[in-house]
């Protein structure tokens, strides 16, 4: 069954801002650290930000710093990434993953497109 679900894509204008959403299933959620990644045509998949199931501790890719912010909320079950300042370069299908460590994945959801414009 359908796991993680997320939302929130769409077509914005270079500068624009933009909040995707991933609704988890209460277990998934409150046991992994949930994470976004995104994956350009003719690109491999990249990670782009996580959150600790504590919701403390963050990471991010490091050409997203001080522009996306990945938060989680408990009480919908639901991680969010807001990115602002949108470049072209950020066009890509954003994931949504799960997993209990660091450096594994073990749900993903279906993704989400981005499309910035120039």
């Known amino acids: 069954q359908v796991q993680l679900v997320e939302s929130g894509g769409g077509l914005v204008q270079a500068g624009a801002s933009l909040r995707l959403s991933c609704a988890a299933s209460g277990r998934i959620f409150s046991q992994n650290y949930m994470s976004w990644f995104r994956q350009a045509p003719g690109k491999e998949r990249e990670f782009v930000a996580r959150?600790?199931?504590?919701?403390?501790?963050?990471w991010y890719l490091d050409s997203v710093k001080g522009r996306f912010t990945i938060t989680r909320d408990s009480t919908k079950n639901t991680v969010f990434l807001q990115m602002s300042s949108l470049k072209s370069e950020d066009t890509a299908v954003y994931s949504c993953?799960?997993?209990?460590?660091?450096?594994?994945?073990?749900?993903w959801g279906q993704g989400t497109q981005v499309t910035v414009s120039a």
């Open positions: 993953g799960a997993g209990p460590t660091l450096d594994r994945v073990d749900y």
């Open positions: 959150i600790a199931r504590t919701g403390i501790s963050t």
